[in-house]
């Protein structure tokens, strides 16, 4: 049963608030005049507002719509004849506290229970405090609940993040990778010969459609022409061909992460000193197997400033694979890319598994560097980001970074670092 | 990279000394950029990181770098005689294949060791120095069998008769490019070609046919072997020059005696001249120490640096402020002074260098399109939602079909291995469907959802496509609808401060009259609804799903 509280009586009697405040309304009333006028203002204006009746402008409510009788007043007065109004009304009556349930039916309600062994604990027996007289059944805690998963980042999206987190917290700022490049960017701007050998380094997809970009300003496209076919003012020899502005331009999928790094490099924003690097989904031909997917990932990115050497560059590959793979015993080993002179493999030590590579690094050739702009020595590095991320998430075969199955995501644990 | 088999004794008898298997694998082999693969009795598998060094793609080019740094150090010397044999290139090869040069090598003793050097040293420079045999090719002939001078020119197809290299039958061009198993693999080389290119001795014996095959009568090569003849043929001179220097020091390192051959290009060819081959004289190239010693960050004296240079088989001289330095003629990759650093750098050992990292302030900024998908991440997997990751390869009937949508331009790959992964995807949805239609049997209700990159064709951009961050959603259980949808969408979008509007629509994709549009600002960036029952049928799916897709560029664009 439901009865109308002091509030509910008091409203009934001197009329609703809000009504009282429109019915105040035969002109605009500043704030302060309508609160001395009307009592209860706040709840009030509150109300008014919401229903639309009124709007505030410059400190003065103005009239908008004189309402009709509202479904409270009503309500309050058939609450008055021991009369109950419909449920919607009558919720937000008890919702404005001006109508409540009777207390003696929660006592009611609570004293059933008084004395016996009870499962559920009721709002009841709490507000009449008669739980003292009841016994709280004990369950069985050794049980859990029923499964919950719960929503989850994807376990490579994670391990990504917290190799973003550890490059930030080194200096690096991170550059937006794109998916489909010009072959200057992937290959000229990085010096790799049109019909060299070094150009087949990495087996490369070609697009159906679209099929030719744009070149970039055509400053750094005469630079990068001259040279590779006679090494321009790099001190270089060049290649030794007619280079073919039009090979260049063909649009491919990003094949390499570095591809990005020319782009840095020729950039305005370019920053010196500056730490830059990219997270990549690269694209490559392969026959799919346990180590090579669809798409994979390649972490890169470069390092410049006026002086750097090649001591530098073993640094700050120690730093970052201990920082990013945790294990601190690091092997540097000559390696080659088409566009580092010096070039160099980095590998790691796993306790179980022993030496494995982690990266590849090196200093970017001056024929690289020159065409674009930049005179300063730049340090270029490349993780095999998705064979570390395979070793932290336990995973045998590549393709299950790209996992397609629901039980395991949901059943996988969160990575901590 | 390359990877070369070679015999472990026959390495060491090439060094000139003992090498015990685990100093090779530690030491010996970095210094020809190598890695043993695998050992199998006495056979070493070894990748050669370096892709533009072809000569160190054989026991005798690894030795030869190895053996610098065990005592033989300074600049191998080859002495080439005068030549006896011509070669006299006729103009009609300029527009099929313009380029040869040629040696003769005799005296060999021609070991199974040697020979299967020969062979893998042959195939590797033209397979991956000569790009598939298109930039070089590379023939290797008895030369008691050939009767100078050799005419290197072109056939009609049909012109002339020979039998091929482990064929018994005289057969023309045309019926060797048809029947024999290289005539097949390397045809497309010719493709368009009126004539093919020959060599063919005084006698009329046919060689060989560049860049296809040799005859079985001249081009085979035996123990019995002695003396050869050998001809690289291709389209880049220097190229083909750097090809037999490798070649040819290889076989002069296992006791072969070098003879010149003249090559007569006569008027008509691309050059007019004629060209004793090979050139195996050194060549120069000058460097200063400062140079070196600023890149390497080592402080190392212009002694120390000629000895590191001889030991890396050159031959180094100070010379004032410089220093000089003569290199072999196998050498075709020093174009600048950082190679000869390089090189100096491999025979101090990376080992022994002391790592300086670079004192640097800078500071670490994050992407927006990072951070905003990691926050739509948080609050997505907040209401419960698990994220999975797809691939941005699909194909057409992914894409259009299944989802009952026309097909659009989309950006196509030509040359794909498989035609599942030979569209980028424009949309992420259909991923979402391929997920839950590939886990049918797993505990309903599926809330998934996935944020990454779709790919469009866009004229206005430098690679005529745009890559857009997109957010979808998808919702599975054998009761779901429109609302709960909507709700999970409103949770997103409350979160993030966004206000917007849902508006009727229809799209293909999802049930008439239960899809909305989602408006912000007056723009649509997304879509909402129910999954139509069509498009469920086309990925097997048993139960509804509701789903919505939002363009996370525009999205957060907006202020």
């Known amino acids: 049963m439901y009865r109308l509280t002091d509030e509910g009586r008091q409203y009934l009697e001197k009329g609703l608030p809000e009504i009282n405040l429109v019915r105040a309304l035969d002109k605009p009333l500043s704030v302060e005049k309508a609160r001395s006028m009307v009592e209860n203002f706040n709840i009030a204006l509150s109300w008014s507002k919401k229903n639309g009746w009124v709007k505030l402008e410059k400190g003065n409510i103005i009239l908008v719509k004189r309402p009709g009788k509202p479904p409270e007043q009503d309500g309050l007065e058939l609450m008055s004849r021991n009369e109950l109004p419909d449920k919607r009304t009558l919720r937000t009556l008890i919702n404005r506290k001006l109508v409540e349930e009777e207390r003696e039916d929660i006592v009611k309600k609570a004293q059933k229970l008084v004395g016996k062994e009870i499962t559920n604990l009721t709002p009841e027996l709490i507000k009449t405090g008669l739980w003292k007289k009841t016994k709280l059944k004990p369950y069985n805690v050794t049980a859990t609940g029923n499964k919950i998963y719960a929503g989850k980042r994807q376990p490579y999206n994670q391990f990504l993040d917290i190799m973003r987190s550890k490059l930030f917290s080194m200096g690096f700022e991170e550059v937006r990778g794109q998916s489909i490049i010009t072959e200057f960017w992937n290959f000229d701007a990085l010096y790799q010969a049109q019909n060299h050998p070094s150009r087949d380094w990495a087996q490369t997809y070609s697009l159906k459609y679209p099929k030719e970009g744009k070149l970039p300003d055509s400053k750094i496209v005469k630079q990068v022409k001259a040279t590779h076919e006679n090494g321009w003012k790099t001190g270089s020899s060049g290649w030794g061909y007619k280079w073919d502005e039009k090979k260049a331009a063909r649009l491919m999928p990003i094949a390499h992460d570095t591809a990005l790094s020319p782009v840095t490099l020729a950039s305005k924003e370019l920053k010196v000193p500056g730490k830059y690097f990219q997270i990549v989904r690269c694209f490559r031909p392969d026959i799919i197997d346990a180590t090579h997917g669809v798409e994979f990932n390649q972490m890169g990115g470069i390092v410049i400033d006026r002086e750097l050497n090649f001591r530098n560059l073993l640094g700050l590959l120690k730093e970052f694979v201990t920082e990013t793979t945790g294990f601190d015993k690091v092997r540097f080993r000559p390696d080659y890319f088409p566009f580092t002179e010096m070039s160099v493999e980095v590998s790691a030590k796993h306790p179980d598994m022993g030496w494995f590579e982690v990266a590849g690094a090196g200093m970017f050739r001056e024929e690289l560097t020159n065409p674009l702009g930049v005179k300063d020595p730049v340090m270029a590095w490349g993780f095999g980001i998705d064979r570390l991320a395979m070793m932290k998430l336990n995973i045998k075969d590549i393709r299950e970074l790209f996992s397609k199955n629901l039980d395991w995501l949901r059943k996988s644990s969160v990575l901590m670092g | ?559």
């Open chain 2, 1 to 559: 990279m390359p990877t070369i088999e070679i015999d472990y004794d026959d390495l060491q008898t090439l060094i000139g000394r003992h090498v015990p298997l685990d100093e090779l694998r530690d030491k010996a082999i970095l210094y020809a950029k190598g890695e043993i693969e695998s050992v199998d009795g006495d056979m070493l598998k070894i990748d050669i990181k370096d892709t533009n060094r072809p000569d160190l793609w054989s026991a005798e080019g690894v030795a030869r770098e190895i053996a610098g740094r065990y005592g033989k150090p300074g600049i191998p010397e080859y002495k080439v005689k005068k030549p006896t044999l011509t070669v006299r290139v006729d103009p009609k090869v300029s527009n099929v294949r313009p380029y040869t040069v040629c040696a003769v090598v005799r005296g060999l003793n021609i070991d199974d060791n040697m020979l299967s050097q020969m062979i893998q040293l042959q195939e590797k420079v033209s397979e991956t120095f000569g790009k598939k045999r298109h930039e070089v090719a590379i023939g290797v002939y008895d030369y008691h069998k050939i009767k100078g001078p050799i005419r290197y020119t072109t056939v009609k197809p049909e012109g002339i008769k020979f039998v091929p290299l482990e064929f018994e039958k005289p057969l023309t061009p045309k019926q060797i490019l048809e029947q024999h198993p290289k005539g097949k693999e390397y045809k497309h080389l010719l493709d368009g070609c009126p004539e093919y290119p020959i060599f063919i001795d005084s006698a009329g014996e046919v060689l060989s046919m560049p860049p296809i095959i040799n005859s079985n009568h001249t081009g085979k090569v035996t123990a019995e072997t002695k003396d050869v003849f050998i001809e690289c043929s291709g389209f880049n001179l220097e190229w083909n020059k750097s090809a037999l220097n490798v070649l040819i020091a290889a076989l002069a390192d296992r006791g072969g005696k070098v003879e010149g051959v003249r090559v007569v290009y006569a008027k008509g060819n691309k050059i007019n001249k004629t060209l004793i081959t090979p050139d195996l004289g050194p060549k120069k190239f000058s460097v200063k120490p400062s140079d070196i010693i600023r890149l390497l960050g080592l402080k190392l004296t212009t002694k120390q640096m000629v000895n590191l240079l001889e030991q890396a088989r050159y031959s180094a001289r100070t010379s004032g402020s410089k220093i000089d330095v003569l290199y072999p003629a196998y050498r075709q990759d020093i174009m600048h002074w950082r190679d000869v650093a390089e090189d100096i750098t491999i025979s101090y050992g990376y080992e022994n260098i002391e790592p300086a990292p670079p004192q640097l302030a800078t500071t670490g900024k994050e992407l927006e399109t990072e951070i905003s998908s990691r926050k739509i991440a948080g609050v997505m997997t907040g209401m419960g939602l698990q994220e999975v990751l797809s691939y941005m390869l699909t194909n057409k009937d992914n894409i259009f079909r299944k989802m009952n949508v026309k097909e659009e331009r989309a950006v196509e790959i030509e040359n794909f291995i498989s035609v599942n992964w030979s569209v980028f995807r424009t949309w992420l949805l259909p991923g979402l469907l391929e997920f839950l239609s590939g886990n049918k049997h797993i505990e309903y209700p599926q809330k998934v959802f996935e944020t990454g990159n779709a790919i469009t064709p866009d004229p206005a951009q430098e690679t005529k496509t745009k890559d857009a961050r997109k957010l979808a959603c998808a919702v599975s259980s054998t009761v779901v609808g429109y609302e709960d949808i909507t709700s999970i969408m409103d949770g997103l979008l409350s979160s993030l401060g966004v206000k917007y509007q849902l508006k009727t629509r229809t799209h293909p994709s999802f049930i008439q009259g239960r899809t909305a549009a989602v408006v912000v600002s007056g723009i649509e960036l997304g879509v909402v609804g129910e999954i139509n029952p069509a498009v469920l049928n086309n990925w097997g799916l048993e139960k509804p799903v509701a789903a919505f897709e939002l363009d996370l560029e525009k999205l957060l664009d907006k202020p």
